[in-house]
C-alpha cells in the first residue's frame, strides 16, 4: 500500500539535498507566527476539511511536478489534507508527527567569515531555533550547547575525522533540554560547565579565562552574566565568541528567566556590563549565539554576524546603563510554557523518557531586539 505519509528525518533529507517539494503548512495563522518550516507555503483550509466541504483546496495553485507535504500541529488534520489533495491527483503526503515531530528536525552550515585553527560547525535545530557548534581541530572536538540528539554529534565528528573530547554548556538553559551529559556519557567526553553552584550532576567548572586546547586551537572562557549569573561565552582562537544567549546579531539576552523582578533588573545591569565589555573585542570577531527566533533555511549559511555589524544592528548596545535596563525590561516576551521544569532537569542533568517535544514545545523564547 502506498505511504500517505513521510516522517521527519525524510522530509529533512529532502530539504538538505535540495529535492524539489512544497511544504503546505495547514495550521492557522496564529500557530504558523510562532515557528514553521523555512520555505512553507501556508493555507488554512480547517473548517473545508472539519466539514467536509467537497473541495477545501480548490483554486490553490502549487507547483507542478513536486510532491506537496501538508504540515499540521500533531499529524492528523494533515492527514485530511493529503485525502483532498489526492482526489485532485496531487502527489501528497502528511508529515508524521506533525510540527511537534518536526521540532527534533537539523541541518548543518559551516562557520567560514573567521580565520581560525579550528573547524567550526553550527548544528543547527531548525525546528526550535537552537544553536549548538562542533569545535573540531587535528583529531580533537568539543561540543558546545548541545541541543539535539547525541548521535547526531557523534556521527558529524566521525564524518570529519575528529573524537569528541570535551562537552561544553554556556550557561543552564531554560528553554531546551540540554543534551550535553547524555552526549557525554555516549562520547566518554568531559562536561565542562560556567563555575556555579545551580548544576547537582559531576562537571568541570570553568571560570574568566580559563582555557581549553583542542588540537592547535584555544577556546577560552570569558564570564558573561546577565541572562543568567552563570553565563559564560567561549572564545574561539581569539576569533569567534560562542555567545550563548548573552547577545545575538540582532538583539540581546534576556535577563528575567527563574527570576523575580527584583533579580532581574538586577541582572539587566549586569548584562549592561557584560555587553559593554563584549563590544570592546575587535570588531572582526564573530558572534555565534545557541539561538536564533527565525526558522532555520537549508542554506548552509551559518547564524552569526561580525561583531562591528552587531553593534550596528543592536541600538540597545549604544544607550546609557538606565536607557538600556528601561528599554529591556519594558520587551520582555511570554516566557518559555515549561522553563521551570525544563531548568530543574538542566540543573540535575536528567533526561525525561520519551519524547521530549511536549516540554520544549514552542520557539524559543531568549532574545530581546
Not at 548544528?123 to 548541545?146: F, H, N, P, Q
Not at 540540554?178 to 557525554?184: E, G, I
Not at 562537571?203 to 558573561?224: C, M, V, Y
Amino acid at each position: 500500500m502506498e505511504s500517505i505519509d513521510i516522517g521527519v528525518d525524510a522530509l529533512r533529507d529532502w530539504l538538505e539535498s535540495g529535492r524539489p517539494v512544497t511544504v503546505l503548512d495547514i495550521r492557522p495563522a496564529v500557530e504558523r507566527e510562532e515557528w514553521s518550516i523555512p520555505g512553507s507555503l501556508h493555507l488554512d483550509p480547517h473548517v473545508a476539511l472539519r466539514t467536509n466541504a467537497a473541495s477545501p483546496f480548490a483554486g490553490v495553485s502549487l507547483p507542478p511536478g513536486q510532491p506537496v507535504v501538508a504540515v499540521c500541529a500533531r499529524g492528523n488534520t494533515s492527514l485530511l489534507a493529503v485525502r483532498a489533495l489526492r482526489e485532485r491527483g496531487v502527489q501528497a503526503l502528511s508529515l508524521k508527527g506533525g510540527m511537534k515531530a518536526w521540532s527534533l528536525a537539523w541541518n548543518l552550515a559551516e562557520v567560514t567569515p573567521i580565520r581560525s585553527n579550528a573547524q567550526i560547525i553550527q548544528v543547527r535545530r531548525t525546528g526550535k531555533g537552537c544553536l549548538s557548534y562542533i569545535v573540531g581541530s587535528g583529531s580533537e572536538a568539543a561540543v558546545v550547547d548541545a541541543s539535539v540528539d547525541p548521535d547526531i554529534y557523534l556521527r558529524i565528528a566521525k564524518e570529519r575525522g575528529f573524537t569528541i573530547t570535551h562537552v561544553i554548556d554556556t550557561h543552564v538553559h531554560a528553554d531546551h533540554l540540554s543534551r550535553s551529559r547524555p552526549l557525554a556519557e555516549r562520547s566518554q567526553a568531559k562536561v565542562y560547565l560556567p563555575a556555579q553552584d545551580r548544576t547537582t550532576y559531576p562537571f568541570l567548572p570553568l571560570k574568566e579565562g580559563d582555557t581549553i586546547t583542542i588540537g592547535a586551537s584555544k577556546i577560552q572562557a570569558l564570564h558573561t552574566p546577565g541572562h543568567t549569573l552563570e553565563s559564560t561565552s567561549y572564545l574561539v582562537d581569539g576569533r569567534a565568541l560562542l555567545t550563548g544567549d548573552t547577545l545575538f546579531p540582532g538583539a540581546v539576552g534576556r535577563p528575567d528567566l527563574a527570576a523575580n523582578a527584583v533579580e532581574a533588573r538586577q541582572r539587566a545591569h549586569t548584562l549592561y556590563g557584560t555587553l559593554q565589555r563584549i563590544i570592546k573585542l575587535p570588531p572582526d570577531t564573530w558572534i555565534l549565539p545557541c539561538h536564533t527566533s527565525e526558522p532555520i533555511p537549508f542554506d548552509g549559511k551559518a547564524c552569526g554576524a561580525a561583531l562591528a555589524d552587531v553593534i550596528r544592528q543592536v541600538e540597545m548596545l549604544r544607550a546609557t546603563e538606565e536607557g538600556f535596563v528601561e528599554t529591556l525590561l519594558s520587551r520582555i516576551p511570554a516566557t518559555p510554557p515549561h522553563h521551570l521544569e525544563i531548568v530543574r532537569l538542566n540543573e540535575s542533568g536528567a533526561f525525561p523518557q520519551g519524547d521530549p517535544t511536549e516540554l520544549e514545545a514552542g520557539a524559543n523564547r531568549c532574545a530581546i531586539s
